[in-house]
């Protein structure tokens, strides 16, 4: 072996003892997955058997909710900051490199000061306003192909190499076509059928890369729709307001720990995610902290 290689081979083998060296952690890999614009009463329609055994093994409610403005980035950053948008004041929606990166921890940087991996793949560039400097050892962003399959087809390549603690990866495909469509088009139930097909990649290379048994998965949202007519009276999907079509989520945990075919009862709100992630991992939720771990999912 040469000395590099054994250099490198060293420091996988010593980041991975940092990771399980988490005292109090309950998995030594959290996966959140979410699903731009998957609303439960879309999920419910639409062809997606990975998806529905996994809510049906794991411990699952259809009635969490995000934020309000339910838009894709203040929600998202809610839930990888584990506060509102009041306190991240991420209140746009696009990507705006002028205005630099969130300004709270994310769960990223919280983890990565415990010497935990963290990863991001992403189909959306605006996610570059939560890739703090330093926090993020793989951030994936496939500009030329942002569809889900092409995002779970750069997390298979990578996850065996890198075997990330905490790791999130963002399906776009939903929020394109409902948006273009409606939300119960064709166009857009074979998006939610697509982002099926990129959870089963994403769950066979967990488990191709030997880290199944220590993994949970999270699978949520970050905001529903609503359709509207546009000015030629055409449908399109919507969302960013505070109606129940909008704001309701689904929120499952699977894998490690988590109680079979549990049904959460205790309200579950988008920057619980945040804290759930941390809490598996070991990491001391901060001060002033919105989220709370949804433990009612887990075994004692
Ligand atoms: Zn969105
Ligand atoms: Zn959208």
């Known amino acids: 072996m040469s000395r590099s290689l054994f250099r490198s081979a060293f420091a996988i083998f010593a980041l991975g003892c940092a990771q399980l060296a988490q005292a109090g952690s309950r998995a030594d890999h959290v996966f959140i997955v979410s699903f731009d614009q998957a609303s439960p009463a879309g999920i ?13 093994q794991g411990a699952h409610t259809w009635e969490a909710y995000t934020i309000v403005p339910s838009l894709t980035l203040p929600s998202h950053t809610s839930m990888l900051t584990g506060v509102g948008i009041q306190k991240h004041q991420i209140d746009w929606n696009s990507y705006m ?15 990565k000061e415990k010497g935990i991996s963290t990863a991001m793949f992403v189909a959306k560039e605006k996610f570059q306003h939560l890739n ?17 399959g092409s995002v779970a087809r750069h997390f298979a390549e990578q996850v065996g190499t890198l075997k990330p603690g905490l790791c999130f990866i963002h399906f776009g495909d939903p929020d394109v076509k409902g948006h273009e469509f ?11 059928a697509d982002t ?29 729709c609503h359709d509207i007519k546009d000015s030629n009276g055409i449908t399109r999907g919507t969302h960013g307001s505070s109606s ?12 490690k720990g988590v ?19 941390l809490w598996l991992l070991g990491v001391p939720l901060p001060e002033g902290f919105w989220g709370r771990p949804v433990s009612s999912a887990f075994e004692e």
């Open 132 to 148: 703090l400097p330093g926090t993020v050892d793989l951030f994936v962003y496939p500009k030329d192909d942002e569809t889900c």
């Open 196 to 224: 099926d097909k990129a959870l089963k990649v994403l769950r066979d290379a967990v488990a191709n890369a030997g880290i199944a048994d220590s993994s949970v998965f999270i699978l949520t949202a970050d905001h529903g």
């Open 182 to 192: 409606g939300i119960d088009s064709p166009q857009k139930m074979q998006a939610y």
């Open 44 to 56: 419910a329609k639409a062809d997606m058997p990975v998806y529905k055994e996994m809510a049906a």
């Open 244 to 255: 129940p079509e909008d704001v309701t989520i689904p929120w499952i945990a699977w894998g």
């Open 97 to 111: 490199p002028e205005r630099g990166q969130v300004k709270v921890p994310t769960i990223f940087s919280l983890a």
């Open 259 to 277: 109680k079979p075919g549990k049904t959460i009862t205790a309200p579950v709100v988008q920057y619980d995610t945040a804290a759930t992630a």
